[in-house]
C-alpha cells in the first residue's frame, strides 16, 4: 500500500466546533500515515458526476486509518457547506493524501515553535500543538491566533487547557472584530506590535520556526512582519488558504 | 485512481458548464488568483535585480532590469492550471520568451533549474520550454506583477501545473541531468502535466 491514490473516506462522526464549523471524524481503509500540517484533497461526486475537489488539514494526530478534519463554512461555497451542514455518518466521499512535505513539523531538534493562525489556518497548526502535546517534554510553543469574533473560536476548551497545564506554552488571541465582554487581551489585525509580543526571547535561544497559516493576506502580512522582526526567512513556513480578496 | 467515481450521498456541486477540452481533470475554474508559497514573498528592489543564464555554474550573460526589458517581449493570454484543483482562464502576461534568452545566451541543454529569490528551485526539460512554451513575464494584465504573485519577474510555463511557474524567478541553469526542484523534492511531480494530472508522486 502507501501510494498516494484516492482512497474511499466513511464519515464515522461529527462534531460541531461552533455555528460555522465542524469537524469530521473519518475512517480511511489504507490511510498510510501522515505528519502534522500535511492535507488532503477532498473529492466529492454527485449523481449527475458533477465533481468538485478541495484541500482540507488534518487536524488529528496519526491514529491508523482514522483522521479528523476540521472545516469552517464559506458562504455560498460549493464544498466547504456540504461538510460542514451536510455530511452525517455513513456518507462517502474520496480523499488523495497525505499531501505536503514542507508545512509539515515532526518535532526535529529543540527549536522553538511558533504558530500563528488567522481563521481556519489553526486547523494544521492543531495538528503540530497536538503531536507536541503527546510528548513529555515538548519545546517551547506560541500560539498566536487571530479570530473575528468569539463565536469564530475553534478548539477552545482543549487550547486553554493545554495553556493551563504547561507553563511553556502560550496561547494568546487577538479578536479583530468583535472581543468577547470584560476581555483585556489583544484585539486588531496582527501586526508588528502583536508579533513582537510573541516573538522576544532571551539571548542564546534557538530561532523558533515559525508557522503561519491562514487567509492570503493575513499569511502575508504575517511572513513579511517576521522578516521584519529577524526571522531568517527560511524559518517562516507558510501555508495559504486562498482566497486573494480580490479578482487579480 | 477509483474506476467508477464514487457518488457522495448530500452533495450537489455547481454543475458549471465545462469544456473538457479546455479545463484539464479534477480542475475548477476560479476568478481569484489564489496564492500557493512555502514561506514569505522575498522582495527584490530593481535597481539590484538582475537575470543570469547559466551553463551549469558558469555564467553565460546577464542582464539588468533595465536591459531585461529591452528584450524581445510579447504578450501571452493563457490558462492557468495550479495542482491545489483551481484553474484561471485568459490571464494576461507580457515578458520575453525562453527561446530568445536561450539564443542570446547561446547555448542549450537538456535540462533547466530555475533558480528564484527566496532559495525556490524548480527543474523543467528543455522540450517543455522551447517553442513558445514558456516565458520570463514581468506584467500581469497589463501592471507589474505583484510580489505575491511573482514579481519583479516570474517563469510562465502553462502548460505545466502552475508551480512550475516559479516566482521570483532570478536565473535559469542549463545541465546535463535533470535535479529535482523545491517541490519536487517534497511530494509534487517531477513533469507536473495536467492534462495527466500529475499532481503527486506516485500519482
Ligand atoms: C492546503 C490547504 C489546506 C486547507 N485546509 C483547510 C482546513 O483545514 N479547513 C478549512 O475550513 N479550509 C481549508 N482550506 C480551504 C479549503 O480548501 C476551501 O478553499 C474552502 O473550504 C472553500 O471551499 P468552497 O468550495 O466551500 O468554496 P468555493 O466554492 O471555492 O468558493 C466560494 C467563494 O468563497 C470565496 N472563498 C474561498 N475560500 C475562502 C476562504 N477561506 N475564506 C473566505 N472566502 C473564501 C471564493 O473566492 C469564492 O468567491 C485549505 C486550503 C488549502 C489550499
Not at chain 1, 59 to 84: F, I, K, M, N
Not at chain 1, 220 to 246: I, K, N, S, W, Y
Amino acid at each position: 500500500m502507501g501510494g498516494l491514490t484516492w482512497r474511499v473516506a466513511r464519515v464515522l462522526d461529527t462534531h460541531q466546533e461552533n455555528a460555522s464549523a465542524r469537524s469530521l471524524h473519518l475512517h480511511v481503509p489504507g490511510w498510510p500515515g501522515h505528519r502534522p500540517g500535511q492535507h488532503v484533497d477532498v473529492r466529492l461526486t454527485d449523481e449527475r458526476g458533477d465533481q468538485a475537489a478541495r484541500s482540507y488539514s488534518i487536524a488529528s494526530t496519526p491514529q491508523g486509518e482514522h483522521l479528523t478534519l476540521t472545516v469552517v463554512r464559506v458562504q455560498d461555497g460549493e464544498v466547504s457547506p456540504y461538510l460542514v451542514d451536510d455530511a452525517r455518518p455513513g456518507d462517502q466521499f474520496e480523499v488523495l493524501g497525505p499531501i505536503g512535505g514542507y508545512f509539515v513539523w515532526d518535532a526535529p531538534g529543540n527549536a522553538p515553535l511558533l504558530l500563528v493562525a488567522g481563521g481556519s489556518g489553526l486547523v494544521p497548526l492543531m495538528c503540530m500543538l497536538r503531536a507536541r502535546f503527546t510528548r513529555p517534554h515538548g519545546v517551547p510553543a506560541a500560539l498566536l491566533y487571530s479570530l473575528r469574533a468569539p463565536d469564530d473560536t475553534l478548539f477552545a476548551h482543549e487550547l486553554d487547557d493545554y495553556a493551563r497545564r504547561d507553563a511553556s506554552f502560550v496561547l494568546t488571541r487577538t479578536y479583530t472584530r468583535t472581543a468577547p465582554p470584560g476581555w483585556t487581551g489583544l484585539t486588531g489585525r496582527v501586526g508588528a506590535t502583536t508579533l513582537a509580543t510573541v516573538t522576544t526571547r532571551p539571548a542564546g535561544t534557538p530561532e523558533p520556526t515559525a508557522f503561519v497559516c491562514g487567509p492570503t493576506g493575513f499569511v502575508e502580512r504575517v511572513a513579511r512582519t517576521l522578516v521584519e522582526l529577524g526571522f531568517t526567512p527560511d524559518h517562516v513556513r507558510t501555508e495559504r488558504f486562498g482566497p486573494t480578496g480580490r479578482t487579480a | 485512481m477509483t474506476d467508477k467515481p464514487l457518488v457522495t450521498r448530500g452533495f450537489r456541486g455547481r454543475l458549471r458548464d465545462t469544456d473538457p477540452a479546455r479545463l484539464p481533470p479534477g480542475q475548477y475554474v476560479t476568478s481569484d488568483f489564489p496564492v500557493l508559497s512555502a514561506g514569505p514573498t522575498p522582495t527584490s528592489p530593481l535597481a539590484r535585480w538582475d537575470f543570469s543564464v547559466y551553463d551549469d555554474d558558469t555564467l553565460l550573460t546577464r542582464w539588468t532590469w533595465a536591459e531585461f526589458l529591452t528584450l524581445p517581449a510579447e504578450d501571452v493570454t493563457t490558462d492557468i492550471h495550479c495542482v491545489t484543483h483551481w484553474s484561471k482562464y485568459d490571464t494576461r502576461w507580457r515578458g520575453v520568451r525562453l527561446d530568445t534568452l536561450f539564443d542570446l545566451a547561446g547555448r542549450r541543454a537538456p535540462f533547466v533549474l530555475a533558480t528564484c529569490d527566496g532559495g525556490y528551485t524548480t527543474n523543467l526539460t528543455l522540450e517543455d520550454v522551447l517553442g513558445a512554451k514558456a516565458w520570463v513575464v514581468y506584467q500581469y494584465d497589463g501592471h507589474p506583477i505583484e510580489p505575491e504573485h511573482g514579481g519583479p519577474a516570474r517563469l510562465l510555463v502553462p502548460h505545466l501545473y502552475f508551480w512550475k511557474s516559479a516566482k521570483w524567478v532570478r536565473a535559469l541553469k542549463l545541465i546535463q541531468q535533470d535535479h529535482p526542484g523545491f517541490w519536487e523534492q517534497r511530494g509534487y511531480h517531477n513533469h507536473a502535466d495536467p492534462w495527466k494530472e500529475e499532481r503527486y508522486w506516485e500519482d
